[in-house]
C-alpha cells in the first residue's frame, strides 16, 4: 500500500508523456482511480497524492467507503452494472454514473436524484466489439437512448463509455476507441440536443495511450495505482 503515491506518479507521467505524444493537453484527460476491491486505506493515500475521483463497482463496499472517507468527501463514480433496486443508492450518493444501458435505469436514476443535488452526470455504456459477455447498448441504437436521457431532467449526459476486448499492439487497441469517437461525434452532429456532449470514458492500465490518442477525456486505472484487489467481489 505504502506504493501508491509512487505508482501515482508513475501512472501521471504516463498521463502526461502520452498526452504529449498525441497533441493532446493533460488538463483535458481525467484520471479516474478504480477502486473496487480496494480498502479505504488505501483510497486515503491515494487522497492524500492527488487524486479525487474514484470509481466503484459495487455498491454496498462503495456505500462503507463513502462513510470511512466521508471527512474529505471524494468524487464519487458509479462504473458497474446497475440493477433496479439500486438506483435510488446510486442518485443519491455518486456524481457520475458511466454505465448506463437502459432507459429503464435512466429513468429511475432522474427520478431518484435529490433536487438538492446538481443532476448526475451519465454516460452511455456501448458494447464496441459486440460482445455477448459484455455489458452495453449496441452502437446502433445509441442515438436513441442518447436523445431519450438527455430529456430527462436529473441526469446531464456526458458521452459514452466502452470496456473493449483485450487487444496487444497500440494500432489494434486504438481501433476500438476511435469507433466510440466516431460515434460520439455521431451523436452530437445528429441533434442540437446533442451538441454538448464532451466525454469519452475509455482507456485502462494497459491502453491509456491508445485512449488519449483518440480523444479519451476520462481514463480508468485501477491496478497500476492500488496493485492487486485486496478484498473480494461482495
Known sequence: MHNIPDNIKQVSAQLQQSAQQFHRSVDTIMLLAVSKGQNSKALRLAWQAGLC????????????????????????????PIQSNKTQVIAQHFSWVHSIERLKIARRLNQQRPENLPPLNVCIQVNIDNETSKSGIDPAHCLELALAINALPRLKLRGLMVIPRQRDRLSEQRQPYLQTAKLLNSLKSSSAALNSLDTLSMGMSGDLSAAIAEGATIVRVGTAIFGPRTTTKP
Open 53 to 80: 475521483n474514484f470509481g466503484e463497482n459495487y455498491l454496498q463496499e462503495a456505500m462503507e467507503k463513502m462513510a470511512a472517507l466521508a471527512d474529505i468527501d471524494p468524487c464519487w463514480h458509479f462504473i458497474g
